[in-house]
Every structure is written in structure tokens, then in C-alpha cells.
């Protein structure tokens, strides 16, 4: 079997699984909604159980987060490194990654406070939405860090103390500056060390995907749970939660890529935007940013993109750029705050920024539903929120997905609009 067709294959096993995931929540919410009309015995035993499946799994996604922060962010900042060392051309793209990224994380949260406050989720559904997880996962109840604390505690005297107690900032602090020291260091030892980071990745990896193999059951469970305890509440919460995380992506799309592209990248707006479609369209029909490639190289060719540039930088984007990932994921764990009524400090809010900017440099290509758990339970973790509920949206996350990889090659594309146009003086050869 030729690598296309085994990686054919593996996505539609993905989105086959993803397809029983929303039917397991649909169905787990109905059973939940009409559950109230069961005998009391019937009712609490089922809902005892679907609590407990709920649970278990829930625990199983969450006993990956921690290593898995560490061993992507190593392998992600020194395979970032690497490529910045490639020449003048990939070091530009990736500076830009890490500004474009950074920005997309402050406006994630921006964007989504000013959401939330616009169009807050009825009081009824939130209250019944909170109920329904409360046994399911506890909120943290503990003191809030002071200003003073919160930034103290960003460098870790502890480092296993840190991860033992699921203080996610200054992990990140810690596994950033030990990626970083890496790139000071000899190359074989750097390769050695770097070799067995991506391996101890790679097998968590095949433990989520293992997980999320029975994520129609476990997500049936919580779903029967909320269901049983929010009712009707529970199609209005998704319903809201799609939306507007959909519209994060949307607009730091427009307001974002496409400026980036016709005004920092200097091609005109009909030009860029006419050059969009056939990306666009492969990236709405597969949601995959690396199956938009050929159509993102087309576009770059009728752009006047110098093949030299697109050839270096598309490539380079599709497997380090997620530029719609942080406003996304950012936007995710501050809805999660609100949907539980959570009022996290400005410290907590700008740790969880920072997180989410930081886990998107160099980020690697990954399954939609690994990515979600795994780029934004941490950031939900920085903020201080539970992540019980990203086990239940995990199964609404190919409709926002979609936006996701449409604002992705939008970028990817603008990006090497913008380093074509910073590398026009230098020589070709």
C-alpha cells in the first residue's frame, strides 16, 4: 500500500470515528433528555453508570496532557529551529509563524470575552450545563494567585512538583527554555536527545488515538449525563458554542490573512482573493491544510509567488503553521470559563495566552481531535477551567474544524506572499 492511500485510508477511519462521535453525543443527549420519565431506580442506575464510563474516559484523555505539553513543545520549537537554520527564506517564514501565531492567541481571547458579553449563553442553559458536569468534574474552588504569586510561580522551583500539580504555565516556561537550550548544544546530541522526545510523543500519541478509538462510548456517557441533568439546554449550549468559536476563526481570517496577504504581501485584493477559491474549497471539503497543498502551490504560481519562495514556504507552513489554531483554541478555553461561570484573573488570562501561543509554535500536523485535546486542555488548565467539557465539544469539533483549516491556507498562502515580497532582494541563486 503506497503512504497516499495509507494516509487516505487513516483519514476516512477519522472521520468515520468522528462521524460515531457526534451520533454517540446526539444520541446520548436524547436518551439523557427523555431519561426523566424513567422509573427512579432505572434513572439513577443508568445515570450512575453513564457517569462513570463519562468519567473513565475523561481520565484517560487527561493523563496524557501533561507529557504530551512537554515532548510536542521540545520537538515542535527544535524542529522550528532546525528549519529556521535551512536559510534566509525559512528563517523569515518562521519569525512570521511566531508573530502571526502570537497575535492570533491575544486575539482569540479578545474577541471571545467580547463575544461572550454580547451574546452570553441564556442564563437557564448555563446553569444547566454547569449542573450536569458538576459530578463529573469538580471546579477548582482554591484561592486565586495574586499578581505577585502568579508571576513567581512562572519559573518552576519544581518542575515535578509543577507537572504533579497540573501548573501548566510554568511547565511550558520550563520545556520551552530546555528546547531552546538544545539548539545550543552539539548536533548529535541535540539529534539524540530530540530523537527520543519524538518517540516518547509518538507513543502518547498512539495512547490518545487509542482513547479517542472508544470516544463514541465515552462521549455517550457524559452526553446521557448532561442530557439527563440540562435537558433541551444541552442543543442550545453546543448550538452557541459553534457558532461563535466558528466566528473567532472567521474573522481573524478576514481581518487578518487577508490583509496580511494583499497589503503586507502587496498583491492586489481581487487577485489574492480570486486565488483563494480552489484552496478554499479543497480545505472546506477535507479539512486537511496538506491536502490543500497543490491547490495552495496553484494559487502561489497565479499570485506570481517565485517558485523558489512557495516552494520552501508552503511546505514549511503546512507542517509548522497553525495560524487560526491559537485565536481557535484560545477562544475555546475562555468559552469554557464562561459556559461554567468562571471569572478568571487577568494573570490567569494572560498565562493562558501565552500558553496558547507558545503550543502553536512548531506545532506538528495532527488528527483534528488529538489536536483539540491536546493544544487546548492546556490552556484551559493555564485559565484555571476544567476540561470535562472539551471531552463533550471534542465530538461537535468538525464543524469549527472547518474554519480552522479554511483560515490555515489562507494564511499559509499570505505568508508566502508576505516573505516572497521581504526576499525580493536577494539573489536567486
Known amino acids: ?67 504530551l505539553v512537554v515532548t510536542l513543545l521540545v520537538t515542535g520549537v ?20 511566531v508573530i502571526v501565531c502570537t497575535l492570533s492567541a491575544i486575539f482569540g481571547a ?78 548529535a546530541a541535540r539529534r539524540t536527545v530530540v530523537t527520543l522526545f519524538e518517540a516518547i510523543a509518538e507513543a502518547l500519541l498512539v495512547i490518545i488515538g487509542w482513547v479517542l478509538w472508544i470516544a463514541p462510548l465515552g462521549v455517550f456517557g457524559l452526553a446521557f449525563a448532561v442530557g439527563s441533568e440540562a435537558g433541551g439546554a444541552a442543543f442550545a449550549g453546543l448550538g452557541h458554542y459553534i457558532a461563535l468559536v466558528s466566528a473567532v476563526g472567521m ?44 491547490a495552495m502551490l496553484t494559487a502561489a504560481q497565479s499570485l506570481g509567488i517565485r517558485p523558489r519562495v512557495a516552494d520552501v514556504s508552503l511546505p514549511l507552513a503546512v507542517a ?32 493562558a495566552v501565552a500558553v496558547g501561543a507558545v503550543m502553536s509554535y512548531g506545532a506538528v500536523s495532527l488528527p483534528g481531535e488529538i489536536t483539540y485535546i491536546s493544544s487546548i486542555a492546556p490552556i484551559a488548565m493555564a ?13 461537535v469539533e468538525m464543524v469549527p474544524d472547518i474554519f480552522r483549516t479554511l483560515g490555515n491556507v489562507t494564511f499559509d498562502v499570505a505568508l508566502a506572499a508576505v516573505v516572497d515580497r521581504r526576499t525580493a532582494e536577494l539573489p536567486e541563486s
Not at 451520533?23 to 420519565?37: D, H, N, Q, R, Y
Not at 443508568?46 to 463519562?54: D, E
Not at 474573522?251 to 496577504?261: H, K, S, T
Not at 485559565?383 to 465530538?395: D, F, R
Open 251 to 294: 474573522l481573524w481570517m478576514i481581518l487578518a490573512a487577508y490583509p496580511l496577504g494583499i497589503i503586507g504581501g502587496g498583491r492586489r485584493p481581487g487577485a489574492f482573493t480570486k486565488a483563494m477559491i480552489g484552496p478554499q474549497t479543497v480545505a472546506i471539503s477535507t479539512r486537511s491544510s496538506l491536502a490543500s497543498l497543490p
Open 320 to 351: 509548522l503553521f497553525r495560524s487560526t489554531g491559537p485565536a481557535m483554541n484560545v477562544a475555546v478555553a475562555f468559552y469554557v470559563a464562561h459556559w461554567l461561570g468562571l471569572h478568571p484573573t487577568p494573570p490567569q488570562m494572560l498565562a
Open 110 to 187: 479578545i474577541v471571545m470575552l467580547l463575544m461572550t458579553h454580547a451574546f452570553p449563553l441564556p442564563q437557564a442553559t448555563a446553569d444547566g450545563l454547569r449542573g450536569a458536569l458538576a459530578g463529573i468534574e469538580q471546579q477548582p474552588t482554591g484561592p486565586l494567585p495574586g499578581v505577585a504569586d502568579f508571576f513567581k510561580g512562572v519559573i518552576p522551583p519544581n518542575v515535578i512538583a509543577a507537572a504533579s500539580n497540573g501548573d501548566v504555565l510554568p511547565l511550558v516556561v520550563f520545556a520551552l527554555l530546555f528546547a531552546l537550550a538544545l539548539t545550543r548544544i552539539g548536533e
Open 78 to 97: 527544535a524542529r522550528s529551529a532546525e528549519a529556521a537554520r535551512a536559510g534566509t527564506i525559512a528563517a523569515r517564514s518562521v519569525l512570521w509563524i
Open 1 to 67: 500500500m503506497s503512504e497516499t492511500t495509507a494516509a487516505s485510508t487513516e483519514k476516512a477511519a477519522r472521520n468515520f470515528r468522528a462521524y460515531w462521535t457526534l451520533a454517540a453525543l446526539i444520541v446520548g443527549l436524547l436518551l439523557g433528555l427523555f431519561a426523566g420519565a424513567w422509573p427512579i431506580a432505572a434513572h439513577d442506575t443508568s445515570l450512575s453508570v453513564a457517569s462513570f464510563i463519562g468519567a473513565l474516559w475523561l481520565n484517560g484523555l487527561k493523563m496524557t496532557v501533561i507529557p
Open 383 to 395: 485559565l484555571g477551567v476544567p476540561i470535562a467539557p472539551l471531552a463533550l465539544l471534542v465530538a
